[in-house]
């Protein structure tokens, strides 16, 4: 089973992420930041990835911390969970139109942390949500999971749309580039031998 629990606990947030590569896109989402938590449970149901995260952060503060720490607990997670990727497809992308905006994700399992993020939103505050923290999302995640990540949002107007193909498209990116191939017959996806 492709599973993993990881907690961290800092003297700014205290976060527990439980994943399921293999399920059925379900997610409880419990951060503290409703608008995060909406765009979580995206990549919950565009993977097909069950998702449990809870976070208590200083949020009196804002939610910087919250986020990128998500994020951080949330890379380790999916490297624990997607284990030694030999067999897997290794590489996964995904367009995501919402209305009038249209975003595209590109993920390598790479094992190396690499994020391109090209996303010039409308706003700057989503409802509450401060859009600069998707950013920190991303690059806690791929610094911890070990992944290349290009995101572009292509074209919006509306910032809420914006971040939504986003999320959705990074949640169906994942799910292509773990999904295991059977035509590879539990090779590793690298002329490296490792990845």
Not at 54 to 59: M, N, V
Not at 68 to 92: H, N, P, S, W
Not at 146 to 169: M, P
């Amino acid at each position: 089973m492709r599973q993993a629990e990881v907690s961290r606990n800092t003297l700014e947030t205290r976060i527990s992420v439980r994943i399921d590569l293999d399920g059925s896109g379900r997610a409880e989402l419990a951060t503290g930041v409703p608008f995060f938590d909406h765009m979580l449970e995206q990549i919950a149901r565009h993977g097909l990835i069950d998702l449990s995260i809870k976070a208590q952060g200083d949020l009196h503060i804002d939610a910087h911390h919250t986020v990128e720490d998500v994020g951080i607990t949330l890379g380790q997670a999916f490297a624990q969970a997607v284990g030694d990727k030999k067999g897997l497809r290794r590489y996964g992308h995904a367009y995501v139109p919402l209305d009038e905006a249209l975003s595209r994700v590109v993920v390598d399992l790479s094992g190396r942390p690499g994020l391109e993020y090209h996303v010039t939103y409308t706003r700057a505050r989503i409802g509450e949500f401060d859009v600069d923290l998707a950013r920190e999302f991303f690059q806690g995640f791929v610094n911890h999971a070990g992944v290349t990540l290009h995101i572009d949002n292509l074209r919006g107007i509306n910032a809420h749309h914006q971040c939504e193909t986003v999320f959705k498209a990074f949640g169906r990116a994942l799910r292509a580039a773990a999904e295991v191939d059977e035509r590879a017959a539990g090779a590793m996806p690298s002329t490296k031998g490792t990845l």
